[in-house]
Each structure stands twice: as structure tokens, then as C-alpha cells.
């Protein structure tokens, strides 16, 4: 069985940085797979890979994570800046990060607004098809 | 007008005191898209000697390896080089992957040292004057860890050029890399062919210029 744990941007708007990273991390250990809303900042999604590094271990083998949100190419030079405003007030709430224990989710693919989440269990019906 | 006159005296001005300044130049990417061979391929050209050793084990480099003082001209103009070959950014690293090519001793201590590599590598990032981002162009260039790099480096304003690699393979799609990184420039080699080495210096002569 697989379980899906949304967490809304309020549950981590008030954290800091290392905070947020724990609270990911801590879920995706327990093998639970994290439906975040919006996603972290470009600097947290490093730091997110460096704390994965520093936690791998014979039980933890990393992450798989995937971030989709709304391109911003068409739209007006007013919308994308009145946006941009919002974002430094309220967060990055666009979009939706997917983060899994890389030892149940192998593989995650955005193409580019398309998800496909393959899981060990996949791999293992597609081979015995076969 | 004014914008040649202006680009003529920055020339100029690049010509007599850049070619002295050496430019740190670090090689990123996902582990297995051809830096080493790429950073083989620069030193060896200018300087005679490989950096990086190169397998098709996952993870072969675990350290940032150094080049120093790699001078490189091309057409007329002189560029003073740090190379940096990074070990390549991953989100999981599992020693059950190297055991196919190990044992498994062996296997448990690359994937320790991995992590550690990983690690590494994005420490240096602010340390560079400019990145390469080394890009398997058979794989779909839609993963998180290129979307991390490449947004990284756009945020702490360092200038990126991105290498297409393995553009001599059946599978490769330049196309769909073009589209995935629309707003960057993007150039097209096989590293260990030595295909497309002059547009390559081209792109990366206009990097720095």
C-alpha cells in the first residue's frame, strides 16, 4: 500500500529552512510519498539534496522528488509582476512538489506537464510480464 | 553605433587584463553524463594530461578534481581556466546498484563516498566564475536534479552554458532539451568523439566575453 501525505503550504509557511527539510524528510523516512502545495525555494531544494546525502543509510537510500507549476510565458508583464509580489508575501503556493523514499518510488517523470510516478512494485509486474 | 564602439573597447579591455585572471570553471551535472570526459577532453587538448578518470560505473568521480591553469585559445583570443570536474548531484544513491560491477564491500564504500561527493559539489557551486552543465541528451531533461542545478545557478547569477552530450547516439534529442531550457543557450558535442569542440569554445569564449 501506498500513502500520498498532502501538506498544504500553511503547515510549513512559518518553518525555516531546516525545519521544512526535517518535516519532509521525516515523513518520506516512515515510506509515506509528501503532496506538497507550492514548492521550496531553489536554495531549499539544494539543501533538501544535502540533508538526503547526510541521511542515507542502509534503510534510506534518498529521495525521488518533482516539482510541476504554471509557466508564466504568456502572461502579461502587470500579471507576472502583481504575481511575483504575492510570492514574496505569501510563499511559493503555485504548483505541487512530489517527494518519495526512493526505495518505493524509482522513478518520477514530468514530460513537462505530465507526472508519472513508477514505483518498485511497477518495475516488478512490467518484468514478470515479460 | 555606440553599442559597437562600446563592445570593441570591452575586447580590448578583456584582451589585456582577462587573459591574466584565471576563471573558475566547474563541470556539473547528474552522475554519468560525461563531465569527466568532457574535463578529459579540455585538459587534454590544452595541457597534454586527463583530469578525471572515466567509467561506466555510476559515481566514478567522488571529489572535485582540479585543473589549474588551463589555457585555452581560440580563434585570436586567450582564456585562462580552474577546471572543475564535480561529482555528479543525485537524490538516492543505493550500494545494491554498484554490486553488478563490485563486490559488495566495495559497493557499500563507493556509494558512502557518493553521498559525500554530492555533498561536495554543491558547496562549490558559489565558489565558480562560471558552470558547464553536462547534460545526457538520450535522457528526458525533465528531472528535478537539472531543474535544482540550473535554477541554483540562474539565482546566484553565475552564467551557465549547457552541454548537450552524447549528441552521436541514436536517442539523442537535442530538440527536446532545447525545449525543456528554452531561455539558455545550448550546445550539442559527443565528449568523447571530440563532436561539436568548436562550437563548444565558441559558446564558451562568449560566456566570458
Given amino acids: 500500500m501506498l500513502t500520498l501525505q498532502f501538506v498544504p503550504y500553511s503547515e510549513i509557511e512559518s518553518l525555516n529552512t531546516d525545519e521544512r527539510i526535517k518535516k519532509l524528510l521525516d515523513i518520506v523516512k516512515n515510506k509515506n510519498i509528501v503532496l506538497m502545495q507550492g514548492r521550496l525555494k531553489l536554495a531549499e531544494e539544494t539543501r533538501l539534496i544535502q540533508e ?20 508564466d510565458k504568456e502572461m502579461e508583464a502587470v500579471r507576472k509582476i502583481r504575481k511575483e509580489f504575492f510570492r514574496l508575501v505569501l510563499g511559493n503556493r503555485d504548483g505541487m512538489t512530489i517527494i518519495g523514499p526512493a526505495s518505493v518510488v524509482k522513478e518520477i517523470k514530468r514530460d513537462p506537464n505530465k507526472i508519472q510516478l513508477f514505483t518498485f512494485k511497477d518495475s516488478a509486474k512490467k518484468s514478470k510480464r515479460r | 553605433m555606440i553599442k559597437t564602439i562600446r563592445r570593441y573597447l570591452q575586447d580590448i579591455f578583456f ?47 567522488r571529489n572535485v578534481n582540479i585543473k589549474e ?47 559525500k561527493g554530492v555533498i561536495e559539489s554543491i558547496r562549490w557551486l558559489d565558489d565558480m566564475d562560471g558552470v558547464l552543465v553536462v547534460l545526457d541528451s538520450t ?7 537539472n531543474i535544482t542545478i540550473i535554477g541554483n545557478l540562474a539565482a546566484r547569477n553565475i552564467p551557465v552554458l549547457i552541454v548537450a552530450n552524447k549528441i552521436d547516439l541514436k536517442k539523442s534529442n537535442m530538440k527536446k532539451l532545447q525545449s525543456a531550457f ?28
Fill in chain 2, 182 to 209: 528554452p531561455q539558455y543557450n545550448i550546445v550539442g558535442i559527443s565528449a568523447e568523439k571530440g563532436t561539436g569542440m568548436d562550437v563548444f569554445y565558441d559558446a564558451l569564449f562568449k560566456m566570458f566575453r
Fill in chain 1, 52 to 71: 538526503t546525502m547526510e541521511a542515507i543509510s542502509k534503510d534510506f537510500k534518498g529521495i525521488e522528488i518533482c516539482t510541476v507549476y504554471p509557466e
Fill in chain 2, 15 to 61: 584582451q589585456l587584463f582577462n587573459s591574466k585572471k584565471k576563471i573558475k570553471l566547474g563541470l556539473y551535472g547528474p552522475p554519468n553524463s560525461g563531465k569527466s570526459t568532457l574535463s578529459n577532453r579540455i585538459c587534454k587538448d590544452w595541457t597534454g594530461e586527463e583530469l578525471s578518470s572515466v567509467s561506466k560505473v555510476p559515481h566514478e568521480t
Fill in chain 2, 139 to 145: 535522457l528526458n531533461p525533465y528531472s528535478q536534479v
Fill in chain 2, 69 to 115: 591553469s588551463v589555457i585555452i585559445k581560440h580563434k585570436g583570443k586567450e582564456l585562462n581556466f580552474n577546471i572543475a570536474d564535480t561529482p555528479g548531484i543525485a537524490t538516492k544513491i543505493d550500494y545494491e546498484d554498484f554490486l553488478k560491477y563490485m563486490n559488495k564491500g566495495e559497493a557499500k564504500q563507493r556509494a558512502k563516498e557518493a553521498t
